[in-house]
């Protein structure tokens, strides 16, 4: 056994594979003997594996750019490793109604399947079968559905099930032609005007016929990596001021569908307070005056700061607070005042208006001077 043992671990390590189980995405090492089975069409191989490796009969295997399915499972001689009969798939089943989408399958009479100088082939009974791995894919298969393979349409007649493998009798059908009509619909952004290190994703969903395509591949990209990164679920990451868009690809049909256009800006620097007032140098008397305000942050507009307003230096030199009761100020609670002025008492007199919050110790002051209409 020692022997034995050693043989399978150097050849191992010498000629070893990485394979891929479709099903599952397990990964195992094994390496390979050529079939001489004499039959130019089939592409057999023996595969030597651990014995502790993910291998099942029927199972699909990626190889490089070929899926091969397992034929066998030899009973075991030995603790040390176990051996497969595979085989390299030639057909590829989708239904014209798309409830299976891309299953590989082998089918041994293929030379006979196929269309050669538009010459009609016959077939015994005309029927060929052809195998596939005993999964939740092969399982959706259903008797009388229709795919293109080999340049003809095919009818399915008969499905059973022995062992880990799919085997599916197919009849030719009178040539049809599916129509498909491909989709890409991209999600919305919550927002197109954030800030470096804020994060978002979006997400995109193929559809075939109306029908989702859930193993469709979709690639995301930015338009300016340097602006914002998003990674391989649509999860995105804004990096530095700029613009940017992106944009979710289908490979498998190149339909392509893209963001509008995100402004990333930082906060600005200057978080300087002022206040805005619009400006009136003269006001009539019994006449209000209606005036917009607002307070500024750093250059922009903010309206969580509070703004209160009062009046000063009304030029009288005696009976102050009986002036300044004829000058009435009104919040409209919509960033404008309203200012009226009353009596033919206060005509030529001035005051200021002044505009200011206590926190931020700002104001902004202007002088009025009330006139007569007339």
């Known amino acids: 056994m020692n022997i034995l043992n050693d043989i399978f671990r150097q050849s191992m390590q010498r000629e070893h594979k990485m394979i891929t189980v479709q099903e599952t995405g397990e990964q195992f090492k094994c390496f390979f003997r050529k079939s001489n089975d004499n039959i130019n069409r089939r592409d057999t191989m023996t595969m030597f594996y651990d014995v502790d490796a993910p291998v099942e009969v029927g199972a699909l295997l990626l190889y490089g750019d070929n899926t091969y399915l397992t034929l066998n499972k030899e009973t075991a001689e030995n603790d040390v490793y176990f051996k497969s009969a595979i085989i390299r798939t030639n057909g590829v089943i989708n239904t014209h109604s798309l409830s299976v989408v891309g299953l590989p399958f082998y089918g041994d009479n293929v030379n006979n399947a196929t269309v050669t100088n538009t010459t009609n082939f016959n077939l015994i009974d005309g029927n060929i079968e052809v195998m596939t791995e005993d999964n939740d894919v092969s399982r959706a298969l259903k008797v009388d559905d229709l795919f293109n393979e080999w340049g003809r349409t095919w009818k399915i007649s008969n499905l059973f099930y022995i062992d880990g493998i799919c085997h599916i009798v197919l009849e030719v059908n009178a040539n049809v032609t599916p129509k498909y009509n491909y989709n890409l619909v991209l999600s919305t952004l919550t927002s197109f005007n954030v800030a470096p290190e804020d994060t978002a994703s979006i997400s995109a969903t193929a559809y075939c016929n109306e029908t989702e395509m859930t193993k469709a591949s979709i690639v995301y990209s930015s338009s300016n990596n340097e602006v914002a990164t998003i990674d391989s679920n649509g999860n995105i990451s804004y990096l530095a001021d700029g613009e940017v868009y ?13 963001t509008g256009t ?4 930082s906060a600005p620097t200057d978080d300087s307070v002022s206040i805005y007032v619009e400006r009136l140098e003269e006001i009539c008397y019994d006449f209000p005056e209606t005036l917009h305000y607002y307070a500024i942050r750093g250059s922009v507009r903010d309206d969580t700061i509070p703004v209160s307003f009062k009046i000063e230096n009304i030029n009288v030199t005696n009976n102050y607070n009986t002036y300044l009761k004829k000058i009435t100020i009104t919040d409209n609670g919509d960033n404008t005042i309203e200012l009226s002025v009353s009596g ?6 001035t005051f200021d208006l002044v505009a200011y919050n206590e926190e931020y110790e700002v104001e902004n002051r202007q002088n009025i001077k009330v006139v007569s209409l007339f």
């Open 246 to 258: 992106f944009t979710a690809t289908w490979q498998e049909q190149n339909i392509s569908q893209s």
């Open 262 to 265: 995100v402004t990333v800006a």
């Open 344 to 349: 033919s008492v206060m005509r030529s007199k």
